[in-house]
């Protein structure tokens, strides 16, 4: 395992706890945080390692935007949590980002198997497994840019429908300070 560094794991902690309660209450990730924490991400990787440090800051915060940009573009996320990736990306650097990701994918997995046992819609979670495959199948003539999203925001049921992803981000970055906590108190 490579050297850790705690403080922009707390950062993120800190930014994925406060998107968090955003996430859950208004199912909105603000860019009052997402860009400070962007630009913040970037300054202080270069502050401390140079130019190195600004490219895996860069690198960090274009593989966050990369991940999980295609599930906008067809509608199954907000541009929020992209930006959230993104920014977290930035302070992270790689392979952190990748391992967030990792778990906070495992992480909203496991939800969204939740949600499908506790409000008993199997049937059109497969509908709307189909729906996006297709648009997936069509991307370069039609981009879905979150209308999906936002449809299910706005229905009553939504806690039983959509995933807050920054609380996935928040479980990834408490299983980074458990994964990494050996290396953190050096």
Same mark, same amino acid.
């Given at each position: 395992?490579?050297?850790?560094?705690?403080?922009?794991?707390?950062?993120?902690?800190?930014?994925?706890?406060?998107? $968090?309660?955003?996430?859950?209450?208004?199912?909105?990730?603000?860019? +009052?945080? $997402?860009?400070?924490?962007?630009?913040?991400?970037? +300054?202080?990787?270069?502050?401390? =390692?140079?130019?190195?440090?600004?490219?895996?800051?860069?690198?960090?915060?274009?593989?966050?935007?990369?991940?999980?940009?295609?599930?906008? *573009? *067809? =509608?199954?996320?907000?541009?929020?949590?992209?930006?959230?990736? /993104?920014?977290?990306?930035?302070?992270?650097?790689?392979?952190?980002?990748?391992?967030?990701?990792?778990?906070?994918?495992?992480?909203?997995?496991?939800?969204?198997?939740?949600?499908?046992?506790?409000?008993?819609?199997?049937?059109?979670?497969?509908?709307?497994?189909?729906?996006?495959?297709?648009?997936? /199948?069509?991307?370069?003539?039609?981009?879905? $840019? =979150?209308?999906?999203?936002? /449809?299910?925001?706005?229905?009553?049921? %939504?806690?039983? %429908?959509?995933?807050?992803?920054?609380?996935?981000?928040?479980?990834?970055?408490?299983?980074? *300070?458990?994964?990494?906590?050996?290396?953190?108190?050096?």
């Amino acid at each position: 395992m490579h050297h850790v560094q705690a403080g922009p794991i707390i950062v993120v902690l800190i930014a994925s706890l406060i998107t $968090t309660v955003t996430d859950v209450w208004k199912f909105k990730v603000y860019n +009052v945080v $997402t860009i400070p924490l962007l630009l913040s991400g970037f +300054v202080y990787n270069s502050t401390v =390692g140079g130019m190195a440090g600004f490219g895996s800051s860069l690198l960090g915060a274009l593989f966050g935007f990369s991940a999980l940009v295609a599930f906008y *573009i *067809i =509608g199954g996320m907000g541009a929020g949590d992209v930006k959230l990736m /993104a920014a977290v990306g930035a302070w992270l650097g790689l392979p952190l980002t990748f391992n967030l990701f990792i778990a906070s994918s495992l992480a909203a997995g496991a939800y969204s198997m939740i949600l499908l046992v506790v409000g008993h819609s199997l049937a059109e979670t497969w509908n709307n497994f189909q729906i996006l495959w297709l648009r997936l /199948a069509v991307i370069g003539r039609h981009l879905g $840019t =979150g209308q999906r999203v936002e /449809a299910e925001i706005n229905r009553s049921d %939504r806690r039983l %429908r959509v995933v807050p992803f920054a609380a996935m981000v928040l479980i990834g970055s408490l299983s980074l *300070i458990v994964l990494y906590w050996p290396n953190l108190m050096r």
